[in-house]
């Protein structure tokens, strides 16, 4: 079988911390709102991270949320 281009993790707080060393990057939601029952991951380090892609989408319809969709890729350590 072909390998994967990519494989996605889902999970919250306790599961984002055991994959960052295993991924590329991780795909954020950002959600504008306190929300009851809403969990925060760890504070990702800067300097592992550099963010690629920030999408901002306002509230519509039947979405009550302002929501940012960002990307993040590693930063690679120089090899050199």
């Not at 950002?30 to 901002?56: C, F, H, K, M, Y």
Request: aromatic share 4%; charged share 20%.
């Amino acid at each position: 079988p072909d390998a994967a281009a990519e494989a996605v993790i889902l999970g919250g707080c306790a599961l984002s911390p055991q994959t960052h060393e295993m991924t590329d990057g991780p795909y954020l939601t950002r959600i504008s709102a306190p929300l009851v029952g809403d969990t925060d991951i760890p504070v990702l380090n800067s300097n592992d991270w550099q963010e690629v892609s920030r999408q901002q989408h306002a509230a519509v319809g039947d979405n009550p949320f302002d929501l940012t969709f960002v990307v993040l890729d590693r930063i690679k350590a120089d090899k050199g």
